[in-house]
């Protein structure tokens, strides 16, 4: 037990230290303790240590080239305008670029043929509609549902009924919740739209939600906020306070005014801590990292996460088999194109391979393409070489599009591996079906801090899950980043 005598002492002390010079350790140097960092920075909070456990900064913004184009495997587009930090961030330096993602008009079938303008654009408005900006957040009436279930009620009431006097299009429209779902899961990073809660606090932004940093990749963000773009000359003091491959093993805090941090290959203490790796390694890891292990409540908002994800496969092509005007098309697989697939290499769900799983294909820059995973067969997916995705890729291009093009072959591939990388285990989150309560917000849980004896926040939580409405985004993670440093600053001034 601290006597009083101990406790005044023990408070003076960290008074003393909290107003000079607080020590603080950032685990984690993706967009949120980027973010942290560069904020306390510019506060005249110097001691800091970034611990990171890959051999880069970015996290889930991982900008590489790839045959001499800038590819995004993790982050690629600003979601939104208004109020999009983000946005406002990058909007001076003429670097973003709508997509302008349609289906219109690039939907094909097996056969090659293009499906009609009018239903390319009914199927747009079937699954894009649900997501447009809307103020209350609040689906009304989907207590409980998941995504899944309100968008095939959706599609009944939009699609199937419009269709269903129109005897050729009504077998397409029938087959198509397939699509639909396809669609939904890479927008929700989920391996199912049934895990999916249908009511959530996300906010949607107005503007366009399809901006890209092209040529110059999403880690271009990063360097803004360290103001090491466009002119480094100005960079903040941040490089040697990054350490990096070197991976937190243990969160040792048992209440007091210090925490320990190991790692692979050091030991680390400060007054302050801010965790930002994601609800994957939380999910997997928070045993072993945590000591002792987080309360209750942290571990019962971290269960009410879905961590799933999807993978892009870069290819390229030494020869241009497209037309210049085409950017992005997109596979309406019928259920007799998944009966006739002859592709035994890879992994299979029910029966179906991997390939069906392939559904979109965009241009990335010159002769770069990348091709769209989801759905639970993404962490097998991940794990196949690259000679297995080139020929599946190539297979998906030749039944699709093969009789009006003719399709070359790649040459090099490149895949992402979020899932089954241990220092992310997906890609973003959603909230669980089942688990969505009005007012009562898992991310908010997340996002407490532990305070310790003296009732001083030491155990702080960043990263995108932690944002209350703008979780499993870049401009969410970010905002959380600079919550916490601010939330530092307070206790920082309020000392001096
Ligand atoms: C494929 C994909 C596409 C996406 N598309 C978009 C998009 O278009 N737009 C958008 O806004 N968002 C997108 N997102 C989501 C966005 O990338 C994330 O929400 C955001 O980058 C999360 O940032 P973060 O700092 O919270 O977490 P992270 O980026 O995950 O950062 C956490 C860091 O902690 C590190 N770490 C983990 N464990 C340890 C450990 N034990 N010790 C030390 N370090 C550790 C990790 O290596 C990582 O660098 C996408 C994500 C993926 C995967
Ligand atoms: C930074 O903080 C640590 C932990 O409190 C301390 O040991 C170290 O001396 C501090 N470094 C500087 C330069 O003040
Ligand atoms: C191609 O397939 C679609 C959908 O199955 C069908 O509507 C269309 O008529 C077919 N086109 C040709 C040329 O066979
Ligand atoms: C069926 O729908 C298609 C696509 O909207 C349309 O082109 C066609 O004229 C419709 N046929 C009938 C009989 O209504
Ligand atoms: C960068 O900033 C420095 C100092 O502010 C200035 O002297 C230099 O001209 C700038 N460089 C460019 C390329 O803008
Ligand atoms: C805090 O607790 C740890 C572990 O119990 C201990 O090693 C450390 O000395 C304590 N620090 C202070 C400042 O009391
Ligand atoms: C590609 O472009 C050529 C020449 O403009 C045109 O004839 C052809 O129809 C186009 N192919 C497709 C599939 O759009
Ligand atoms: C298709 O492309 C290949 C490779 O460029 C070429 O050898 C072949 O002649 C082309 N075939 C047709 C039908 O254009």
């Not at 991976?247 to 941090?261: A, D, R, S, Y």
């Not at 998906?396 to 490149?414: A, R, S, W």
């Not at 703008?470 to 600053?489: L, N, P, W």
Request: glycine content about 8%; some cysteine; hydrophobic content about 35%.
């Amino acid at each position: 037990m601290l006597s009083r005598y101990h406790l005044v002492i023990l408070l003076c002390y960290c008074h003393h230290v909290l107003a000079e010079a607080p020590s603080v350790i950032i685990i984690g140097a993706g967009s949120a303790g980027i973010a942290a960092a560069t904020r306390l920075l510019e506060n005249s909070i110097t001691n800091i240590t970034i611990l990171e456990a890959e051999n880069r900064i970015g996290g889930r913004i991982h900008s590489a080239t790839f045959c001499g184009e800038v590819v995004d495997l993790g982050a690629e587009y600003c979601y939104g305008e208004k109020g999009n930090i983000v946005y406002d961030l990058a909007k001076n330096y003429n670097i973003l670029k709508s997509d302008s993602i349609t289906l219109e008009n690039i939907v094909y079938y097996s056969n090659g043929s293009k499906m009609d303008t009018e239903l390319s654009r009914d199927f747009e408005e079937t699954i894009f509609g649900y997501y447009a900006p809307n103020d209350d957040g609040d689906n009304g009436g989907t207590d409980g549902m998941s995504v899944g279930e309100v968008m095939i009620d959706r599609y009944k009431s939009m699609l199937v009924k419009k269709y269903e006097h129109n005897s050729t299009i009504s077998e397409i429209v029938k087959e198509g919740l397939r699509y639909a779902a396809g669609n939904v899961q890479l927008l929700e990073g989920s391996y199912s739209w049934f895990d999916v809660a249908a009511d959530n606090d996300y906010k949607e932004l107005e503007g366009a939600w399809d901006l890209a940093f092209q040529g110059v990749g999403f880690k271009t963000i990063l360097n803004i906020l360290m103001k090491n773009y466009p002119n480094s000359s100005e960079k903040l003091p941040i490089d040697d306070k990054i350490f990096l491959n070197n991976k937190v093993t243990e969160i040792k805090w048992t209440g007091n005014e210090t925490v320990t941090v190991y790692t692979s290959q050091n030991t680390y203490t400060a007054d302050f801590v801010i965790f930002t790796p994601s609800v994957g390694v939380l999910k997997h890891q928070k045993t072993n990292l945590f000591n002792p292990n987080l309360p209750s409540w942290k571990n019962d908002a971290i269960e009410a996460f879905n961590f799933g994800s999807v993978a892009k496969i870069f290819v390229h092509f030494p020869v241009q088999w497209w037309n210049d005007s085409d950017d992005y098309f997109s596979f309406f697989w019928r259920d007799a194109d998944l009966r006739s697939i002859d592709f035994p290499k890879g992994p299979t769900l029910d029966g179906l391979s991997w390939i069906t799983y392939i559904q979109e294909f965009g241009k990335i820059g010159g002769n770069v393409w990348a091709a769209w995973v989801s759905g639970d067969l993404v962490p097998e997916v991940e794990k196949q070489p690259s000679n297995i995705l080139k020929s599946g890729v190539e297979y998906v291009l030749k039944k699709f599009l093969g009789k009006v093009y003719n399709v070359t072959e790649i040459d090099q591939v490149l895949k992402t591996s979020w899932a089954t990388n241990d220092n992310f285990k997906g890609g973003y989150v959603s909230v669980r079906r089942g688990y969505y309560r009005k007012g009562w917000s898992h991310q908010d849980k997340l996002a407490k801090p532990l305070k310790g004896e003296s009732e001083r926040p030491v155990l702080l939580f960043a990263g995108d899950a932690t944002h209350p409405f703008f979780y499993s985004t870049v401009h969410g993670a970010i905002e959380t980043g600079y919550r916490e440093a601010e939330r530092i600053i307070k206790i920082h001034n309020e000392a001096k």
